[in-house]
């Protein structure tokens, strides 16, 4: 059980970093990049743009939190399957929304 505690915790400690950096967002000047290295130029309008991605962060990592609470079942425990599809469908949704909403939304045309 206590290894179960300490995957909860660490696993939480991954979710408030992205809700730290949604929060960083929000209070930014400059554009927050959603790729990792990524130069953000081009936006319209850099604190609608960045209040957007500080709302995809900081829901991310609340999604994340939230699906982690299977893993203090223990290592056989079903409910890992919820936590593993879970995050993978939370990702690939997280991506879309970046692409098909904010990008389109605040890409200066």
Known sequence: MEGAVLGFVIW?????FFIGLGIYALFSKKAIGFWAGEEV???S???KYNR???KLF???GVGLVVLGIPLLGGQNSA???IT???????????MVIYLVVIE????KK
């Not at 939480?12 to 408030?16: A, E, Q, Y």
């Open 84 to 94: 593993i599809l879970g995050i993978m469908f939370e990702s690939i949704l997280m």
């Open 12 to 16: 939480t400690v991954c979710g408030c």
């Open 58 to 60: 900081c829901i991310y």
């Open 79 to 81: 409910g890992l399957v």
């Open 52 to 54: 957007a991605m500080a």
């Open 45 to 47: 309008d850099i604190k």
């Open 41 to 43: 130029t081009g936006v």
């Open 104 to 107: 389109r939304k605040y890409k």
